[in-house]
């Protein structure tokens, strides 16, 4: 079943590690058919932290262009994505057990054979289980933006994990991101801007226009009505 976050410890001593998260943990109530789907579904469509780094020939039965999606919630949006685009292979990593549930029902309502997924913290699932320069396309759309001043250090996108993402990336991938808090914009555009190995596809500073692959969902349309931004940052691995 699901190797699910555990606790961090210290390999040598043995004791329990703190570490800052970008995520709190809330279970959720599943559903009926979400908790099927974990049931039954997980053994064939779940990736496991314990096996260690993927081979995707043995996952996905080929090698094509992959695509990682981190934080995916109730995971339409990249079905969405995995069912427009048969030729590329999706990776998703979700700490939510309701949102893993519902993802795996829409893999097997949809039969997409090209989406998997993981449920576990996609720190680790990036720096254990993913092959260095293995990535077409990283994607981390609408984060928590953790606004409070006090907690901006727990917010994801900080300089040490846009290196661990450019190490996963091939040369030309993409690091995608989108957000609907302008703050967070602006603090991901700060960090992106001194990363090194990234060049901005929009230009210096600026902000992108949501590409087609991206589909707007309804917590856009609705923003958008009542006047909210979103922002997509689009930065090349060169």
């Known amino acids: 079943m699901l190797d699910f976050i555990n606790q961090d410890k210290d390999p040598v001593t043995g004791k329990v590690m703190r570490k800052v998260r970008s995520f709190v943990l809330r279970e959720g109530r599943l559903t009926v058919g979400q908790r099927h ?3 039954t579904l997980w053994p064939r469509y779940g990736l496991e932290r314990a096996g260690g780094q993927l081979e995707p020939e043995a996952v996905f039965g080929r090698d094509a262009p992959r695509v990682l999606e981190i934080g995916y919630g ?5 079905a969405t994505m995995a069912a427009a685009s048969p030729e590329q292979d999706f990776i998703g990593v ?19 054979s090209n989406l998997r997924s993981y ?3 996609a720190v680790d699932i990036l720096t254990l289980c993913i092959p260095d320069h293995s990535l077409s396309r990283v994607q981390l759309y609408f984060p928590d933006p953790w606004h409070k001043k006090k907690h901006h ?3 994801i996108v900080q300089p040490e994990w ?5 190490g996963k990336l091939k040369e030309g991938g993409t690091l995608h991101m989108a957000t609907d808090w302008e703050d967070y914009a602006q603090h991901m555009m700060a960090v992106m801007n001194q990363a090194p190995g990234f060049r901005n596809l929009a230009g210096t500073g600026q902000f992108s226009k949501r590409p087609a692959w991206r589909p707007e969902t309804k917590f856009e349309r609705r923003g958008e009505r009542l006047g909210h931004g979103v922002w997509d940052l689009l930065f090349e691995a060169v």
């Open 162 to 166: 846009v290196a661990l993402v450019r």
């Open 74 to 78: 109730m995971g339409h949006s990249l």
């Open 153 to 155: 250090k727990r917010r």
């Open 37 to 39: 789907a974990l049931e």
């Open 119 to 121: 449920c576990d913290d």
């Open 94 to 112: 979700e700490v939510h057990r309701p949102g893993v549930g519902a993802l795996l029902m829409e893999i097997e309502e949809q039969r997409l």
